[in-house]
């Protein structure tokens, strides 16, 4: 009887900490996503090196609801701008509204050109609409459907945030190694004091990209949405933060 009983406790403290963990899974409909922040808005890239500040890029970014051939899309720009015009560049994404389904992907930049990606439920290979395209030969087959990094902060502002609150989700970026499971959690709340002396409530959502790279992102709790971020590579830090 109390091995019975032992073994009936370690599996609902098992059932416990399964239900504790959300498995966010590519097709599921974001209950909030009419609070998904639609227009444009500016960040600021930069690092810390030993001490030093170095001066990244800034991001302009826009997001919003278009329709082509009928069919309803989300579409995302970014266009980045740094000291050093080699790492300049700019992305158009779309994917599917409620969803963030990926659809495509083209990403150009001066280092590598012209990239672009469609994307299915079994795969990802190259978009063969997109001229000079210098993806060849990619062929990344999925197990299962995957979010794109590339909108990881609009992703992220979608979850439906609580004290304590954890998930995994399956990202990939394009180009990139095969897409892989993270975990992401709320750590709690802060207040953060804006430049005109406001206070912002903000959730404060923490990963660590599988062991390479803890950071935490600083969402409002009007909103969720995004206001900072930081994390580390190595000795490096790395800071995001939106410009009101």
């Known amino acids: ?66 329709e082509i051939d009928g069919k309803k899309y989300l579409e995302f720009k970014h266009t980045w701008m740094s000291g050093n015009t080699d790492f300049n ?31 299915t439920d079994t795969a990802i290979i190259p978009l063969d609409t997109v001229q000079d395209n210098v993806v ?4 990344i087959q999925l197990e299962v459907p995957t979010y794109a990094w590339e909108i990881d902060l609009e992703t992220y502002s979608l979850l439906p945030m609580k004290k304590g609150y954890q998930a995994v989700m399956n990202f990939y970026h394009p180009g990139g190694p095969a897409p892989a499971y993270y975990t992401l959690k709320v750590e709690g709340d802060e207040k953060l004091v804006l430049p005109s002396g406001e206070t912002m ?14 950071s935490r992102f600083w969402y409002t709790k009007r909103g969720q949405n995004f206001v900072k971020m930081e994390g580390n590579y190595g000795q490096v830090k790395i800071r995001k933060k939106r410009l009101y």
């Open 201 to 214: 409530d903000c959730w404060v959502l923490f990963t660590d990209y599988g062991g390479t790279q803890p």
């Open 1 to 66: 009887m109390k091995t019975f009983t032992t073994t009936l406790c370690i599996l609902s403290y098992s059932w416990i900490l399964a239900q504790e963990i959300d498995t966010i899974r590519m097709g599921q409909t974001f209950e909030n996503y009419d609070d998904l922040e639609m227009g444009t808005m500016k960040e600021v890239i930069y690092t810390e090196v030993n001490g030093a500040t170095r001066f990244g890029a800034m991001k302009i970014k826009s997001v919003k609801e278009v």
């Open 136 to 139: 060849k030969d990619l062929d």
């Open 89 to 119: 560049g700019d992305f158009y994404y779309l994917c599917e509204p409620q969803t963030l389904k990926p659809v495509l992907h083209i990403r150009n930049t001066k280092q590598k050109g012209k990239e672009g990606f469609r994307f």
